[in-house]
């Protein structure tokens, strides 16, 4: 990153809420803006020509990039409209059962006990281990009849740990139970096979890979979509109808109700193919090699928590922590001001994690494969000075 704050440079180390954006991105954005702005399947002169083009070009590059077919790739705004549109448009009903983890962003845990609410299903979380590990023995214990879906976080952005979804995935379908995953902090930093996972919905958001703001995916087998209701209801979900009747569109164009984002979709396109050009096997091998300097770093400091697994291989490119007699917040605040290091503090939207160990949030700093030895050092050299500063 070129850009100074008070001539220092930045050390953005906040990517598990929103990556950097490549010029790839921006210049295939800026491009739909600045030649050819229209809108698809509505106008037939060369604008809206092009435009249908790119958006089909986008969703089979999402498609390759997940391993799914172009069918199963639906448009949305983020993971939590992914994760809300299947919450809507599949069939719950009273008594159905949606099993997650203990450890969901609130996106994946608010949708279900909204439905428990307003219809009567019913919710139920699979409590971790006490080293903060999966608990499969106790997912096989809350199963039954009456779960109609599990669904989990792939990589928590609350430590990055990433749970052992093949094994949950198989657990789930042999009771015969649909499987969804959330994949916002798994997607930008490993590969994630759709088809070979088997999972049946994979939810994620691409600003948080290299693409625009205010762009998601809802990747879901086809038969699945093709059963399911309405989400967002209008234009463009149609094809055709009377004073009395309607009749919708194939999936995935069913659930992308009106004008869409099609700037935002060419850009999430042209994230995909940066990100696969990148290559995700180079993504984690940065990440760890970061996440275990810091984590060798830390744990020679004794004020200093780190939250999750020990094992750096463990946490992906996250590094939860705190710092003993400090209040998370300051604790970014301090590094904010000292040295320009970016990174969060808080709950992370795990609201209930926090709450049922009695913490109150966390530092966090996360990691991706821009960044650098050098700024994992000035990173840690900083809390090393916060840390200091506290024994004085």
Known sequence: MQQKIGGRPIVYFDNAAMTLKPDIVLDAMREYYEEYTSVTGRSAHKWAVKTTEKVDWARNELSKFVNAKREEIVFTKNTTESINLVSRALDFKK???VVTSDREHNSNLVPWLFLRDKIGIQHKH?????????????????????????????????DGYTLPVKEIIKIAHDNGSLVMLDGAQSIPHKEVNFKKLDADFLAFSVHKMCGPTGMG??????RLLEGMDGFIVGGDTVQSTTYTDYKFLAAPEKFEAGLQNYAGIIGSG????????????????????????VTEEFNKIDKVKILGPPDYRDRSGIVSFNVEGMDPHDVALVLDEMNNVFIRSGYHCVHSWFNSHGIKGSA????????????AELFVESVKKVVSYLGR
């Open 95 to 97: 008594g159905d059962i």
């Open 126 to 158: 699979v409590k971790s281990k006490k080293d903060e590990t999966f608990d499969l023995e106790a997912l096989k214990a809350v199963l039954d009849k009456n779960v109609k879906l599990v669904s989990m976080v792939h990589t928590s952005n609350l």
């Open 217 to 222: 995916v809802l990747v879901g087998k086809k």
């Open 270 to 293: 042209a994230a995909a193919k940066f990100v696969s050009k990148v290559g995700r096997d180079k993504i984690a091998k940065q990440e760890t090699m970061l996440n275990k300097y």
């Open 364 to 375: 966090r700093a996360s990691l991706y494969f821009y960044n650098t030895k050098e700024e």
